[in-house]
């Protein structure tokens, strides 16, 4: 578990009281609006509203062209292809638009591009095999903003092509028939954030015309629409909202047999499912068979109506889920072992590893574990003969689209957002792009920390299912509306327990003022949690609840833990120090000298150490545990990094948990000898 920068909001209870009073609601809830800055009556009542208005589909700009020539196609039986994306919004965006045209009577195909063969969107192969197929219209779904190229070579065989994206469109637009996108500068339509799958929905409300049943629409399809608007992660504010709700709604009695199937795949078909379900256990599963090239069927499951087809492509679905899951831990293996063999990678800006023949449908979940684990961008690379792909993840405060885009001169393509970003690039040029990454980063000075958001502190004694309950008209939780992290602070540690078949989980115990609670927190080992009985501590939590038997129950999930008496800024300023020293960087002198231990510090440190022999421990847990020596954070992982040099002990690092082991010396060691003292002692070099 990575050290967090822990960020408490600000809380105005007279603001929340006149929260409560004007929008007539419970003052917890009310402060929870208050926390999120959600102050306007307005935008209150709409949030906590089970109703909104739909905008006019016709108010995107060229929806009237795309519903005319969909039309004449439908009217002359010209051959239509839906051609979407590998991704859960991809898919579903086809599947939907597939069946709304099938049982229009429409003469309907579909077409999804293979991830590792064809890539992402629109291309000339593609193009050719659908003329092949006698296709006339060509109707692009959350892709096709940027194929210029391919819609030109389209026009030139006959084939109209009409785009659907909900991507930011570049200055020029291809030369289709109509493009249907909200964030066209010239596009009127009132709510920008829909997903792809969002924006064929609007096409469809579109081709219904003024008469309109969006109800029965959303009978039919809100299935299809929660599971792409949620997999693609847009903000769950406005019509997305709607969407959602309407979307957990139909799904309890999905009439979608593939969709029915993997709810049963996933064991919720007779659970409550909420939107954190269906991000973590259903979209994960779509994605999974579409980063291992299976995307076909899977519009095929969300279509059909044979049983006996649909079980055997679910079944299929199933097996690339573990599949995946083999891959990706795999990839996760090798680079940490490039990691153990080359120590200073951990120690860069951003952290890059790369591989041969690494699946490029699964780095990016690869990059974002290795993200979650060291605290900073990380860039994963897959090398495949001279080429090489990468996948990146970034962190609040470091655009990694922009350090990529900074490095473009070595890109064949690239693309992305802030804090996710893909790209090509010639083998040979990976070095100085590798270079160049951290550069950028070192020029725009100080790297952010990776920040655990809490909503506010909560004493324990007032955690209640009315809590819970109180917060439910803020459900569904997603993208700019997450769910809820509460402070509890001063807990001491007086039960401690590891559940499950691998024994993989921990349940706390934990008391304050004589009030007892229980806490989860799950994958989580002996091995890796190293607080103790009597603890004092803060943790961070999840409410929830839960039915067992007919009685509700409350939940508490843990997503972080802390000593109560400790700063983690400081920890991570003093972590940002040490991290430069072993880049071997300048570090002003005034602030280096309170972190060179000497040989006093290295004696109190050893002594403990030597006392264990042997221990396995997170390295904030054994600062708390020396800092009475009056060693500094810095100075520690200093200390450790000399002894290990000089074989007076043996360190293994995974993450924030260090193994220890003393070694037998024979001879007197000189500590001042290992290279980082070397470093720090070269004070004329600084100054």
């Known amino acids: 578990m990575k050290l967090k920068n822990w960020r408490f909001s600000q809380l105005n209870k007279i603001n929340a009281q006149k929260i409560a009073y004007e929008n007539k609601i419970p003052f917890f809830l009310a402060m929870m609006l208050d926390v999120r800055n959600i102050v306007d009556n307005i935008k209150i009542q709409e949030l906590l ?13 060229d929806m009237k062209k795309a519903v005319d020539r969909i039309k004449l196609a439908i009217d002359n039986f010209g051959k239509i292809c839906v051609y979407g994306d590998y991704d859960a919004d ?17 003469n309907v195909t579909y077409y999804i591009p ?62 289709a028939v109509a493009v249907v996108d909200p964030h066209r500068t010239d596009c009127m339509s009132a709510f920008k954030n829909l997903a ?32 792409g608007t949620i997999g693609d992660v847009v903000p769950l504010t406005g019509e997305n909202r709607f969407l959602i709700k309407k979307g957990l709604e139909y799904l309890k009695n999905t009439n979608n047999l593939g969709i029915k199937e993997i709810l049963k795949m996933a064991k919720l078909e007779d659970k409550p499912i909420d939107s ?25 499951l969300l279509t059909s109506e044979n049983y006996e ?49 690494w699946h490029p449908g699964v780095i ?5 574990r290795l993200l979650e684990k060291y605290g900073k961008p990380v860039i994963v690379i897959s090398i495949m003969g001279d080429r090489a792909r990468g996948s990146c993840r970034g962190i609040e405060g470091f655009s990694i689209y922009d350090a990529i885009r900074a490095c473009s001169v070595y890109l064949i393509r690239f693309g992305g957002h802030p804090l996710a ?181 290295f004696s109190l440190l050893y002594k403990f150490l030597k006392a264990k022999n042997s221990l396995s421990i997170d390295i904030s847990v054994l600062y708390y545990k020396v800092k009475s020596f009056n060693i500094s954070f810095c100075k520690l992982l200093v200390m450790l990094d000399a002894m290990s040099d000089c074989k007076l002990i043996s360190v293994k690092i995974n993450g924030d948990i260090y193994s220890i082991d003393i070694n037998k010396v024979d001879n007197k060691v000189n500590l001042k000898s290992s290279e980082v003292m070397k470093f720090l002692m070269k004070k004329d070099d600084r100054q």
């Open 364 to 368: 990016g979940i690869v990059a974002s």
């Open 196 to 227: 792809g799958v969002g924006v064929v929905f609007k096409l469809i409300c579109a081709l219904e015309g003024n008469d309109v049943d969006i109800d029965f629409i959303l009978e039919n399809y809100a299935d299809l629409i929660l599971i």
């Open 49 to 61: 509203s089970d109703q909104i208005e739909i905008s006019d589909p016709f108010s995107f700009i």
């Open 276 to 300: 954190i379900n269906v991000a973590f256990s259903i979209v994960p599963r779509i994605n999974a068979s579409g980063r291992l090239s299976f995307s076909n069927k899977l519009v095929e």
């Open 421 to 601: 970003a893909g790209f090509e690039l010639n083998y040979d040029d990976l070095n100085r792009f590798k270079d160049d990454i951290n550069s950028f980063a070192r020029n725009l000075g100080e790297m952010p920390y990776l920040n655990l958001d809490i909503d506010c502190k909560l004493n324990p004694d007032v955690l209640s299912i009315d809590l819970i309950n109180q917060l439910e008209p803020l459900q569904p939780f997603g993208k700019d509306n997450q769910e809820f992290v509460f402070g509890l602070c001063k807990m001491t540690i007086c039960g401690i327990q590891f559940v499950g078949s691998e024994k993989n989980h921990l349940r706390l115990t934990l008391m304050r003022n004589n009030c007892r609670v229980s806490a989860m927190k799950f994958f989580t080992t002996e091995k890796e949690f190293s607080y103790e009985l009597n603890n004092v501590v803060d943790l961070a939590v999840k409410i929830s609840k839960s039915e067992y038997k007919g009685q509700e129950n409350l939940n508490l999930i843990i997503e972080d833990i802390k000593f109560s008496c400790v700063d983690n800024e400081v920890l991570l300023n003093e972590n940002r120090i040490y991290e430069a020293i072993k880049r071997k960087e300048f570090v002003d002198l005034g602030i280096l000298k309170k972190h060179i231990p000497n040989r006093n510090d």
């Open 114 to 175: 293979d991830r590792n063969s064809e890539g992402y969107g629109l291309n000339i192969s593609a193009i050719d095999k659908l003329n092949n197929e006698n296709v006339s219209l060509i109707v692009t779904v959350d892709n096709g903003i940027s194929a210029f190229n391919e819609v030109e070579y389209a026009n030139s065989l006959g084939i109209d092509t009409i785009i659907t994206d909900h991507h930011q469109p570049p200055e020029r637009l291809p030369e």
């Open 309 to 357: 087809e649909i079980q055997a492509i679910a079944s299929q679905v199933e097996n690339d889920n573990i599949k995946r899951k083999e891959i990706e831990n795999n990839i996760l293996v090798q680079a940490e072992e490039l990691l153990k063999n080359e120590p200073n990678r951990i120690y860069q800006r951003v952290l890059i590893v790369e591989g041969k023949d």
């Open 90 to 106: 991809g898919v579903t965006s086809t599947a939907l638009l597939y069946l709304y045209l099938e049982n229009c009577g429409a």
